[in-house]
């Protein structure tokens, strides 16, 4: 299984800044995937992030609000863009790897916006 | 539009009993269905399943998936408040995740 670390643990940000989120995987995958969980729902898919190129982002979410980057195969970034107290959420890194389906969670995320 | 449904949405039960929780789905390419137990933030690995019939055992978690009826459920025996938690089922589809929208188990002492 993959272990992965994502700091901030967590944020109180100010309306109108962004922040930075990082993904460290402890062994080279696949594929790494950001997704937002808002208080009292499931999880939501941000986006897919792909190593070398423009992440595929889902329905809803665009890169202008929530830009990210890979630049290799064990380490991601996820921007938060021009916050609003709507963006408040748990953000969580996954990451596939090897020859199955399991996806391994970061500790998350938790960003709260004033 | 590919789904997945959990039920029931909560539970509340006493220790010793035996809960069954229920996952459907509908997505046009199936490949596998996991199962994730979440207590504060990060959801940690269950199960996966992907051939019918064949139940997955740990300890007092059991789960076997129905691809015909396109279904699974997680079984929990003689339950612990440990095991008080948000369990979410995903389908794997198309290269990615899709979750249900859990169910919130609570284990009364």
């Known amino acids: 299984s993959a272990v992965i670390s994502q700091k901030p643990s967590r944020d109180i940000c100010q309306r109108g800044t962004s922040l930075t989120i990082q993904c460290q995987v402890d062994?080279?995958?696949?594929?790494m995937f950001w997704y937002r969980q808002q208080p009292g729902q499931s999880l939501t898919l941000i986006a897919t992030?792909?190593?070398?190129?423009?992440?595929?982002?889902e329905s809803g979410f665009v890169i202008d609000k929530f830009p990210i980057s890979r630049p290799n195969l064990t380490f991601s970034t996820l921007t938060v863009s021009n916050m609003s107290p709507e963006d408040s959420s748990i953000y969580l890194c996954?990451?596939?790897?090897?020859?199955?389906?399991?996806?391994?969670f970061g500790p998350g995320t938790r960003l709260t916006v004033l | 539009e590919d789904k997945v449904v959990q039920s029931p949405l909560s539970l509340v039960v006493h220790e010793g009993d035996t809960v069954t929780l229920n996952c459907s789905y509908e997505?046009?390419?199936?490949?596998?269905l996991l199962w994730y137990k979440q207590e504060k933030k990060a959801p940690t690995f269950l199960f996966m399943l992907?051939?019918?019939?064949i139940e997955k055992k740990s300890g007092r978690l059991s789960s076997i998936l129905d691809k015909k009826e396109l279904f699974s459920i997680l079984n929990i025996t003689a339950t612990q408040t440990g095991d008080s938690a948000i369990y979410l089922c995903?389908?794997?589809?198309?290269?990615?995740?899709?979750f249900g929208q859990g169910t919130e188990l609570s284990v009364k002492p």
């Open positions: 992030a792909n190593q070398g190129s423009e992440a595929t982002y």
């Open positions: 997505v046009t390419n199936f490949r596998s």
């Open positions: 992907t051939s019918s019939g």
């Open positions: 062994s080279q995958v696949t594929m």
């Open positions: 996954s990451a596939l790897g090897g020859s199955t389906d399991t996806q391994y």
């Open positions: 995903a389908v794997f589809e198309g290269g990615k995740l899709i």
